[in-house]
């Protein structure tokens, strides 16, 4: 059984291009949730997407982030106009989504993305 | 909203074993113990979660007072591979709280030979 696949594995930008970070849930796996991590520092959550569906997206910042998960196609986060302060690690969870407390999330390896 | 409290790092030696105490004096009733395991320029690696008193793994084991107000992970004879930033989270993973699940900075444990 495949874990969470994250591609590209690093991405790097110009100012004001946009990139696209692709993630495919573990098989079975229904839930999608987005992090960004800067170096030294824990995991910000982003989004968290059900099919087809945002359930939570109270940590995207307002502007030039979106994220979808459509019925079918990994969840993509995308951000547009990139700024240098979108570079960092962003990384992509599933999980089985059965609603209960211990609904483990799975990670990938993440995107690295760079913005020069 | 249950925000945890962990050593910024820890030291120790091969062979040894390894206890990261987590301090999550808000806990809720709903809420289960889940800590993770990232290595550098990976994703965090699930290690265990718990509820209540101990829990044991391949790989670890959890113990929980009664009180649930911290939580302590053992990670028994390390090895230089167990060189890993640890995360102590605390929370109801359901749907109305996926964004409440804060990751924290982290213990950065080393391990030495």
């Known amino acids: 059984n495949a874990g969470v696949m994250q591609n590209p594995r690093h991405l790097v930008r110009r100012r004001g291009q946009e990139a696209r970070l692709r993630c495919s849930p573990m098989?079975?796996?229904?839930?999608v949730y987005w992090y960004r991590q800067l170096p030294e520092e824990g995991l910000k959550f982003m989004v968290y997407?059900?099919?087809?569906?945002?359930?939570?997206e109270s940590g995207m910042p307002k502007e030039r982030f979106s994220a979808e998960f459509p019925k079918e196609g990994p969840s993509i986060l995308r951000i547009q106009q990139v700024v240098r302060g979108d570079s960092a690690a962003y990384f992509c969870a599933s999980s089985v989504g059965n609603a209960g407390p211990t609904d483990t999330q799975y990670f990938g390896p993440g995107t690295r993305l760079t913005v020069l | 909203l249950a925000k945890t409290t962990q050593p910024i790092s820890m030291d120790s030696y091969e062979g040894q074993e390894v206890n990261i105490t987590c301090s999550h004096n808000?806990?809720?009733?709903?809420?289960?113990i889940t800590w993770y395991q990232q290595f550098p320029s990976q994703g965090p690696r699930f290690i265990i979660q718990?509820?209540?008193t101990k829990v044991t793994n391949e790989v670890a084991s959890l113990f929980i007072p009664a009180d649930r107000k911290s939580s302590t992970l053992s990670l028994p004879r390390v090895s230089l591979s167990d060189t890993a930033v640890y995360y102590c989270l605390v929370g109801d993973i359901r749907e109305s709280s996926a964004s409440k699940i804060i990751f924290g900075s982290g213990t950065r444990l080393s391990i030495r030979p």
């Open positions: 808000n806990i809720a009733t709903n809420d289960y």
């Open positions: 098989k079975g796996h229904s839930h």
């Open positions: 718990g509820y209540k």
């Open positions: 997407l059900q099919k087809e569906n945002i359930i939570d």
